[in-house]
Structures are given as structure tokens and as C-alpha cells.
């Protein structure tokens, strides 16, 4: 006699666990492969800011080495120490002197500068975007107003505002007598080439 759907039992004793066994192994099975796939979404969309950033800091704009004391007449011990720990790559330590030296000297440019570039070594892109748009508003020429706005850029790229850091690497390579002017070129390529590959 045929069984009807009504007349089903479910499997019972050794069958009853062998079923409860295959069904975890395929739960785990699924979830082997949902799990990475997963991960590479999430971090190949929300990481993309970063990756970007990455391959600019690491190709076209390098890490900034500091000033030079010589170059920066009546510096402190101070700054010489955390200038000291910036060149050794050392931003936490960086940035705790240059945060005292700010709350004395709120208008130097210098500061502002290295605040912004301390904090943009820490990934920290709000911060750093602040700082070095606080050190261009003091409108000075120079050096260091020009090593603000590329490492405003590069700011720009990282917080994912890619208009922003093209417009400013834009500018900047549109000026042959900037001390960042071929930096921004290549900078300028890699990030169009990056928006081309996004909107395809």
C-alpha cells in the first residue's frame, strides 16, 4: 500500500541521528562558504576608500619624512621630540607632543599641517581633514602650505569624498611650480582610474 503524505513519521533511533547528522554538515558546509563571501562584499565595497588610499600613499604620495629643524628657526625641545618620533614613523608619540604644542601656538601653520598629517598616518580622515584645512586657512605661502593641500587630497581619498580629493589633486597638477605637482599627476591617474573602474 502506498504511503500517503498524512501517514509520514519522522525517522526514528540511528535514523533520526544520521539525519540530524547530515543536516549539520550541510549547515556547515553552507555557512563555509556564505561566511567568506560575506567578508569579501562587505570589505571589497566598504573597504574601497582604503584600499585606494593605500595604493596613492603608497605609490604616488609617500609618507611625508618631517621637516627639518634647520628649516623651522626657534623650534622648541618639544617640537624637535615629536618631530623626532613623526620621522620614526611613531604617531601615536607624534601626535601627543604636536597636541601640547597646538594649545600653545593655535595659529602656526606648521602645527595645524602636522596635526593633520599625524592623524591621517592614524587612518583617522575627519581629523586629519580638519586640521589641514585649519593650517591652509592661515593663507601663508610656502612649503608647507603646499604639502597641506596634497596631504588634503589624500585626506579626501581615504574619508571617500573622491570628487573633493580630485579637485584638489586637479589643482594641484594643474600648477607646474607646485612642490607636489608630479605627486598629484599620478595621484590624479590612479583616482580616475579607480572612479572609471567603479562606474563600469
Known sequence: MEAKPDDFQPPKGKNRLRTFRITAVLTGLVVAILLPLGYYVSTSTSGSPQKLFAEIHGEDIPSDKGVLLKNTPGHSAQFAS????????????????????????????????????????????????????????????????????????????????????????????????????NEAIKAEARLLRYIEREEE
Not at 618631530?83 to 595645524?112: H, Q, S, V, W
Open 82 to 181: 615629536a618631530m623626532a618620533f613623526f620621522r620614526e614613523g611613531n604617531y601615536e608619540k607624534a601626535l601627543a607632543g604636536f597636541t601640547d604644542l597646538i594649545k600653545t601656538g593655535p595659529e602656526n601653520d606648521t602645527l595645524a599641517c602636522y596635526m593633520g598629517i599625524t592623524h591621517l598616518e592614524l587612518k583617522h580622515s575627519d581629523t586629519a581633514v580638519f586640521w589641514l584645512e585649519k593650517s591652509l586657512s592661515f593663507k601663508r605661502s610656502g612649503f608647507i602650505s603646499e604639502k597641506a593641500e596634497i596631504y588634503l587630497g589624500l585626506a579626501y581619498v581615504l574619508k571617500g569624498d573622491f570628487p573633493r580629493a580630485n579637485d584638489i589633486f586637479n589643482a594641484i597638477a594643474a600648477n607646474e611650480k607646485h612642490t607636489y605637482h
